[in-house]
T-cell receptor, first 114, second 114 residues
Framework: AQSVSQHNHHVILSEAASLELGCNYS??????LFWYVQYPGQHLQLLLK??????LVKGIKGFEAEFIKSKFSFNLRKPSVQWSDTAEYFC????????????FGAGTRLAVHP | EAGVAQSPRYKIIEKRQSVAFWCNPI?????LYWYQQILGQGPKLLIQ????????DSQLPKDRFSAERLKGVDSTLKIQPAKLEDSAVYLC????????????FGEGSRLTVL
């Protein structure tokens, strides 16, 4: 079955710390990968996406993610987090042959302390 | 550009009552999705429309949930009768004609079933 898993449900960091959120998907075919973010009180919005090409993709607000096909992973990173990065982060995948249905992971709630 | 509009934002009902949620997607977006997000979980696709036709409703509990998009624009999701486990945020999303899985979300409708 097609699925997306996120390893950390809650992460607490201090400002300026580095961030890495894990994401794995289970499918061997073509996949488009996404990270969405939901800031407190706001709607889900796209942070970055990977369709093909350079496996290191850069998104908004200094975030980046690396697609590692051999590990079925798409981890999100940021070298130095800010208090304003406090949010819930969702990894998602659209699998080929599934009408681009987006399947989400359970989310990681990030709290950044000043 | 106006975003995805949803109403109501909040609804509290008793079990066995009915409720309806409305969504107006971004103008020109052919594909419309309804997702259910239970607290602590990622969004789960309930139904996907392409124009006014259903593409995927495999996870829609059809004994109590129904959805329509009669004119290929706005959509209504109905629950009748509601159960306690239907308490969730119901998210509507849309995507442009060249659908690659990138979705634009509304702010959601939070349902509490007592």
């Amino acid at each position: 079955a097609q699925s997306v898993s996120q390893h950390n449900h809650h992460v607490i960091l201090s400002e300026a710390a580095s961030l890495e959120l894990g994401c794995n998907y289970s499918y061997g075919g073509t996949v488009n990968l996404f990270w969405y973010v939901q800031y407190p009180g706001q709607h889900l919005q796209l942070l970055l996406k990977y369709f093909s090409g350079d496996p290191l993709v850069k998104g908004i607000k200094g975030f980046e993610a690396e697609f590692i096909k051999s590990k079925f992973s798409f981890n999100l990173r940021k070298p130095s987090v800010q208090w304003s990065d406090t949010a819930e982060y969702f990894c998602a995948a659209a699998f080929s042959g599934g009408y681009n249905k987006l399947i989400f992971g359970a989310g990681t709630r990030l709290a950044v302390h000043p | 550009e106006a975003g995805v509009a949803q109403s109501p934002r909040y609804k509290i009902i008793e079990k066995r009552q009915s409720v309806a949620f409305w969504c107006n997607p971004i103008s020109g977006h052919a594909t419309l999705y309804w997702y259910q997000q239970i607290l602590g979980q990622g969004p789960k696709l309930l139904i996907q429309f392409q124009n006014n036709g259903v593409v995927d409703d495999s996870q829609l509990p059809k004994d109590r949930f129904s959805a329509e998009r009669l004119k290929g624009v706005d959509s209504t999701l109905k629950i009748q009768p509601a159960k306690l486990e239907d308490s969730a945020v119901y998210l509507c999303a849309s995507s442009p004609p060249k659908n690659t899985g990138e979705l634009f979300f509304g702010e959601g409708s939070r349902l509490t079933v007592l």
